[in-house]
């Protein structure tokens, strides 16, 4: 019969699809899907790679901050200086995903109480009789897109700087890291050809 | 070969087929749906062309394109946006499902949990059952190893390279204007090295901008962007092919060529980027960035800063504004909502009046040529009816304002600038009329000491 790990995975109908006590090639592989899509209903991260993968993986954009998360390898053998590129990113990551997430909603939300308030100031409906969303032409949108982006302009500019600087730090451990894996290759091949 | 295993060839074919389809718009349809049906020939059809196909059906029904004629894919939508694209993707997997049984896929297993996918989401309209949706969100995460069979691909995409082969044009025609006689080693290695200066100022330009890139329709399929190639290997790459570049330029060809090469760079990736979030000033920096390339080929012909290098500049300079500011007329919600500062979106007055400004130039700039030598009396006469056309073009676009103007004139800059160089190229003004000139002033001597040598 099923395992208990496995049946508490398993969430949902996807158990009942399978029909109790039967566990099915197409079930094992639905229960790895779950395992790695484990913390979903939760609200963590929503995949996790499998164990035997030593990369990072990059998913779809996000709905939010349209940025791709990254999940990142930690190795076994993680040295001090990989794992504070490892850091960075994670927090450049997370900063960006902050301040993206936070930028699109408030545009979007003003964007709409914008059209709103013109509608309104026109006498028109928000929605028309084929229930679809009445829209502003180009020109009065115009007003709009430069207002909001007047209005962002020195945090626009605080990011602009951050972003470069935390671009310009994780680039530059980069090659710090990989001189030294290369360096660190050299030798153990040396010491290879030597013996 | 393996790809119809994979997902990631159609889906990545799929999104460049995407990406060009909104860089060029309508107009390039029927080579889509030539490259389409080949590629369905080959069986490699997966739910991602009929995504593709969907895209189109979209974008060519809406011609009155407002606020949400192109649904945005991954981006935030309002629900009206959503149940909307779901109504229309409702409507196109009903009209694909009789064809699908035709194309035998090649990869069974994976075609048969596509056809899954497009059943169980007309069935329940969007919301697939968890599993469903579990299993093609997990195959959406990609490990981040670079395959090498997949290396140029994305460098070409990295390094911008149909821009950089037109920028190479534009240097080329420098080349072929100058008064000498034509050097075949020089100007290959002229463009060879403006090629490789180009592809590195494109490859920072793409590492300074990816969470803006993220955030841009236009942009959002970038290689840095989607994560094919970490940003290390983009400045090394940047590097490999700036610094033999302008090494080229400045040995190969002369010193002074090389200088302009190195000091586009700069210009395009310490100037202009940054700017691009700062001022709208950045507009005209950036038409000097264009600007440079055809000097730079003057300049490796005849090896010094002519009148007319100024000129060739000064006619790529005034191209780039309509150029810009049409196709940037129809991204201004990306561009406000990125925070990047363009007329636009700021100034939306003057970014017509601009492009309508540097229209009528070219056609003063036109004159210009033959009186400083450059070509015969012919050119300006020839390229007054295209000239002519782009100013109307930029009128319109000046008094409309609208979409559909906006368009007209960014497509017309597309083929307006490779036939004037054509024109002004079929006019040069020949070497051959120069000597005679000459020798009309001080050669006679020379013919008198012929005649009456023995």
Redesign the interface.
Known sequence: GKSPALGGRLR???VG?EGKGRVGRSEQR?AC??E??GG?RGGGP??R?PAH?R???????D??????P??FHVPQDESALERRLREARQDTQAW?QQF?AQ???S??QEK?EFIYSRLKAKGLAVRDETG??A?????E??D???D???K?FRK??R??RD??KR?FT??FL??QV?LVRALRWLRWKKKNVGN | MSAARRCSPPRALAGLFIWHLKKTGIRQVPCHFVHLCRVANDRLITFQYFNFLKRMYVTQYNKDLSQRAKPKSDSVASLFRESQQLDQEKKVIHKIIPISPVHQPLSKTSNRNELREMKLAAEIGGSATPLRAESKEERQWKEMKLRLDDLPGILARLSKIKLTALVVCTASAGFAMAPVPFDLTCFLLASLGTGLASCAANSINQFFEVPFDSNMNRTKNRPLVRGQISPLLAVCFAASCGVPGIALLALGVNPLTGALGAFNIFLYTCCYTPMKRMSIANTWVGAVVGAIPPVMGWTAATGSLDAGALLLGGILYSWQFPHFNALSWGLREDYSRGGYCMMSVTHPGLCRRVALRHCVALIGLSTVAPVLDITTWTFPIISLPINLYISYLGFRFYRDADRSSSRKLFFCSLWHLPMLLLVMFSCKKSLLEKEEKGDLHGGNHGRAMEIRLP
């Open positions: 949902g109908s996807a699809k639905r899907a779950a790695r899509l979903a929503a995949f790679p993968s990369h990072d993986w990059i998913g779809p954009p709905r939010l901050s349209n940025l791709r990254v999940i960006n993206w930028q699109n909603a545009f979007q709409e679809q969303k829209t502003l032409n180009a020109e949108m115009a709009f897109y430069k909001f982006l007047s962002n626009h500019m990011y602009n972003w470069y671009n994780i680039t980069m090659g990989a």
